[in-house]
Antibody, heavy 118, light 108 residues
Framework: QVQLVQSGAEVKEPGASVKVSCKTS????????IHWVRQAPGQGLEWMGW????????KYAQKFQGRVTMTRDMSISTAYMDLSGLKSDDTAMYYC???????????WGQGTLVTVSS | EIVLTQSPGTLSLSPGERATLSCRAS???????LAWFQQKPGQAPRLLIY???SRATGIPDRFSGSGSGTDFTLTISRLEPEDFVVYHC?????????FGQGTKVEIK
């Protein structure tokens, strides 16, 4: 069965960087986009960007341009999201999600809580 | 960027009642790219409806979606106790994909 399993919670100081992983299984990693979506406490869902594993192409939301980098390791079917210059308002749950077909986010990771605090 | 506005923000109903949730887009979108998600506390969103009206795998038939253009609706025909959670609509007709702010369905 399809699974997306994310890395554990992180606590970072302002100005630091965080790298979250999303290990996939149960399907051909090459073929489908992986998107990253975050959710601040008590807030809605915010799209951050995508990576296409085959070739590694990326597209980022304008808000995160220059601060986010999405990569992948094909050998272990894992996607990564690196966010730098962390601020307190980056405190959020970060999710990876698969674009199954026709731009549908059909499977989600369990989420990774990133807390930014001094 | 397409803005999605969900209403109401909170819907107070009793188990067994019918719930009607609205999602309005700032411009017309193809119904092929409108989805609804359910989110339980402490969990990731779960896909309920895609293509505005198609139920995802394993979703009970009490959930249905409809609409076109700028107005879309999620209907829960008879609320079960586990349905009292938050629902999000999302569009991906044009980039970037965007979400509504969510509707919380609470027990009256």
């Amino acid at each position: 069965q399809v699974q997306l399993v994310q890395s554990g919670a992180e606590v970072k100081e302002p100005g630091a960087s965080v790298k979250v992983s999303c290990k996939t299984s149960g399907y051909t990693f090459n073929d489908l986009y992986i998107h990253w979506v975050r959710q601040a406490p008590g807030q809605g869902l915010e799209w951050m960007g995508w990576i296409y594993p085959h070739g590694g192409g990326t597209k980022y939301a304008q808000k995160f341009q220059g601060r986010v980098t999405m990569t992948r390791d094909m050998s272990i079917s894992t996607a990564y999201m690196d966010l730098s210059g962390l601020k307190s308002d980056d405190t959020a749950m970060y999710y990876c999600t698969r674009d199954g077909h026709d731009r549908t986010f059909d499977y989600w990771g369990q989420g990774t809580l990133v807390t930014v605090s001094s | 960027e397409i803005v999605l506005t969900q209403s109401p923000g909170t819907l107070s109903l009793s188990p067994g009642e019918r719930a009607t949730l609205s999602c309005r887009a700032s411009q017309s979108i193809s119904s092929s790219y409108l989805a609804w998600f359910q989110q339980k506390p402490g969990q990731a969103p779960r896909l309920l409806i895609y293509g505005a009206s198609s139920r995802a795998t394993g979703i009970p038939d009490r959930f249905s979606g409809s609409g076109s253009g700028t107005d879309f609706t999620l209907t829960i025909s008879r609320l079960e106790p586990e349905d009292f959670v938050v629902y999000h609509c999302q569009q991906y007709d044009s980039a970037p994909p965007t979400f509504g702010q969510g509707t919380k369905v609470e027990i009256k």
